[in-house]
C-alpha cells in the first residue's frame, strides 16, 4: 500500500493509496479520509460506495463530507467502484457493465470472474488494508453509497450485519433483479440462473431472512433513474414492512441523482453513522 | 437571460442561466444559488469569482458554499471567467490568456477589447441582470472568488468600496504586475504602458489610495502558486500596513491551492459575508 497524494482538508488529510489487489488481481487506487482526530488516535471508518462511472475521486471532490467527518471524528473510506487496468476485462459501449460498474458482487462468470470481485475486496481486503496500515479502528465501521454504490452498501450491511454498526444510502439500486442495470449486468456477472444474483439484492436478501438494526435512505423525487424503475425504493420499503425491518426511508421532494442532492443530507448520514460508530 | 437548468440543493435550487451580454459580445452562461429564503423574500447576494481554466460550474461543484448560503439566505453568483464561443479570441496553447482567463479587467488591445470586458460585466452587467430578474435585492452585495478570481474580487471591491458590503479571498493574485501570470497577461490585455495596470492590481490600488472597511484572505502555506511567486499575499499585506488599510490574512498551515482548501473554509466565508449583508 502506497502513498500517492496527500491534501489537508478541514484540519485532516485526504490522501490517494494504491496497492496490488489479491483479491481483484490488479493494482487498485482509493482514497481515505483521515479526520484530524486520528493523529492523535485510531478513529472509526465510514466506507462510501460510489455508483456507475465513479472512481474514489468523485465523492470526495463533489460530495462535501469531509468537514462532517473531521467534526466527528470519523474517517472516511472512497473504494473505486471497479477493478481497472489494460488487462481488466471491460466493455467499452457501456457505462453500466464493466470498469466502473463492478456492482460490489463477486462476479462468477468468463471474463469477469478473476479481477471482479468487488465484494470480497470492500468487505474483507480493503477493511484489513487500511485497518493495518493506517490510524484506523479494528472492526468499528458502517457503511453508505450512492446509486450502485447505495446498493453495494445495503447488501454489504445485509450479508454481514455483525460487521457493520450502520449502513444508509443515496438513490440506491434497490431491487436489481427488477430493474434494467440489474438484468442487464447480473446475468453477464453471474451467469444465467437468476437463483444466484438473489446473494447481491438488497430487496431479495431482507426477503429471504437478513436482517439489520435500521436502514437510512434518501430518495429524490425528481430523479430521473427513480422515474425509470432503477432504482425501486418502494420493493425495499415492502419488504421491510412484510418483516418488520426497520426502514427510514425519506422521500426528498424535487431532488434528483445528482451529488448536489448527496451534498444537501450528507451531513445528516455523516451524523447518523457518527452515532453508531462514536458509542 | 434564459435559465437552462435548475437543481434543488440544500433547500433552494441551483440554477443555469445564458443571456446575450451586451458587455461581453457574446453568449454568456452564468449560475445563481438561490438559497430557500429566496421563495418568500428577495435576498442578499455574494459574487463569487473562479480561477484560471474555471466556468461557473467549478466552484458550485467542488466548493461546497450552497449549504452555508441556505443556512444564512445569501444568493451565490457564479459567473464565468471570461468571454465564450467561437467569435471570442483565445490562445488555446496558453490557459492564462484567452478563454478561462479574463482577469476580471476591461481589456484595450486587439484583438482582446471587443470581448474581454469581466470587470464591466461582474460589476455592472450581471448584477442588473440578476437583480431585475431574480429575487436578489438590488445594491445588497458582496464579493470573493479564487486565486485568479480572488484578484477579481479585491479589484472590485477596492475600486467601488460603496457597492460591496464585504470582500474576502482564497489565494488572490494580489499583486499581478509583479508576478508571472499578471506580467503574462496583462500587456496583451492592456498593451505595453504598465501604468494602466496598475488599475487592476490590488497592491498598487491601496498604495494609491483605495479603502475598503476590512479585506479577509485565507492563503495557504503549502500552494505551490504561492511557492512560485503568483500569489504575493505579503505584497498586500505590507501596503496594507504602511495605509493602515485593515486587513486579515490567514496563513493556513499545510493547505494547498484547491478546492479542498476553499471547502475547508468557505463556511467562515460565508458566515463573514452574510454578517455584512444581513446587517
Known sequence: MKQIESIKESGGYLNRYEHDSTTCHCKMSFSVYLPPQAETKKVPALYWLSGLTCTDDNARTKAGMQRYAAEHGVA??????????????DEIDRYDLGQGAGFYL?????PWKKHYRMYDYVTRELPQLVESGLPILTGVKSISGHSMGGHGALICALKNPRSYRSVSAFSPICNPLECGWGKGCFGAYLGGDSQTWKAYDATLL??????FSDILIDQGTDDEFYDEGQLL???LQAVCNAVSQPLTLRMQEGYDHSYHFIASFIGEHIAYHAAALNT
Open 233 to 235: 425504493p418502494e420493493s
Open 76 to 89: 472516511v473510506i472512497f473504494p473505486d467502484t471497479s477493478p481497472r487496468g489494460e488487462d481488466v476485462p
Open 206 to 211: 431482507i426477503k429471504e431472512g437478513a436482517k
Open 106 to 110: 463477486n462476479a462468477t462468470q468468463s
